[in-house]
């Protein structure tokens, strides 16, 4: 919005909501892109619509990071799926160039990375037979044993190239991290705030020691994080947050002007599946790790912002979730 800016208040403002929405039409593109290559004409419209009218429009002329992270989590989403279905190299530099660009929009992305990872060793390890299978196929065919193995270094191998590419497109910012507050991935929301009770824990401790301007110098005791939080709060308790979070979470989803549309779908896909099951069948054979990858991260993602609901509270979460869903 420095390109945009003006003396005048009012004028800077105007301007900044007209430059938020064309970036708004531009980010809509790339999904449209996404969408029109993998839909027929007709979904990929109504896909669209959807996605414009529940999630672009409502946040559209606000200045903020949100719509670019949909926009890119959604991206990288689709090409994890193509990852995990097909491993090539070329796909892995494209998906840790992506989950890098997505990172450095917004730290959320993060959690997706360690589930990719792990998802790719499993259908690695899964590749491989069982000692016995392998040798009753050899026997029938040699190479069999060889095009198994293959499939298992593949994976391996496009999971360790998204990993370098990933860490490659953000070195220059943790770079600059590690250079100003001396850890490598720092984040105020991810590093501190997660480990609060409240927004105005997190922000009496923000003020208190200028966590923007560097590393918190205080007792071990009084940082947030991770080994205080489980020392200092029962099961009990985390229970208890975790179930509010979900509560909560569910409440804004009911309210979300996408939820309309996520249960006709829901309703269809249920529906076409009773009516042709072998179809359906089929289709959760032939595209088996892409709907394991993209449950973990719901999954995942869900917790995740459950936890977070009692330090940030808003739909601005959740909604990262509608396009993929």
């Not at 009516?275 to 449950?295: C, D, F, K, T």
Request: hydrophobic share 50%; aromatic share 14%.
């Amino acid at each position: 919005v420095s390109l945009v800016h003006d003396v005048d208040w009012e004028q800077f403002v105007n301007r900044a909501s007209w430059l938020a929405i064309a970036l708004s039409a531009v980010f809509l593109g790339a999904i449209a892109f996404v969408a029109y290559r993998n839909l027929s004409p007709l979904l990929a419209a109504a896909f669209l619509l959807i996605v414009a009218v529940t999630v672009f429009a409502p946040q559209a002329s606000f200045v903020q990071a949100d719509l670019a992270y949909y926009a890119l989590f959604f991206c990288s989403w689709w090409s994890m799926s193509r990852l995990i279905e097909r491993p090539t190299i070329f796909r892995a530099i494209g998906v840790g160039l992506l989950l890098g660009l997505t990172y450095l929009t917004k730290a959320s992305v993060l959690l997706a990375v360690p589930i990719l990872f792990g998802v790719l060793v499993l259908r690695a390890v899964l590749s491989r037979r069982t000692k016995t299978e392998v040798e009753a196929r050899a026997a029938a065919s040699p190479s069999n044993q060889v095009s198994q193995n293959d499939s298992a270094r593949r994976a391996v191998c496009t999971a360790v190239v998204t990993l370098i590419v990933f860490l490659a497109t953000i070195f220059p910012y943790l770079h600059n991290n590690h250079e100003r507050f001396g850890r490598y991935f720092y984040n105020v929301n991810t590093t501190f705030f997660v480990w609060c009770d409240s927004w105005s824990q997190a922000q009496r401790f923000a003020e208190k020691y200028s966590i923007d301007r560097q590393f918190p110098i205080a007792p071990p005791e009084s940082i947030p994080g991770p080994q205080n939080y489980w020392r200092t709060h029962s099961i009990e308790q985390i229970g208890r947050r975790l179930a509010y979070g979900l509560k909560t979470l569910g409440r804004l989803a009911v309210e979300s002007a996408s939820l309309k549309y996520l249960i006709i779908l829901a309703a269809f896909a249920g529906i076409l599946s009773i009516v042709n099951p072998s179809s359906a069948r089929n289709i959760i054979q032939n595209h088996r790790w892409p709907l394991v990858l993209s449950g973990l991260l719901c999954c995942a993602y869900v917790l995740a912002y459950s936890w977070y609901v009692v330090v940030a509270y808003g739909d601005r979460f959740i909604l990262s979730l509608v396009p993929p869903l």
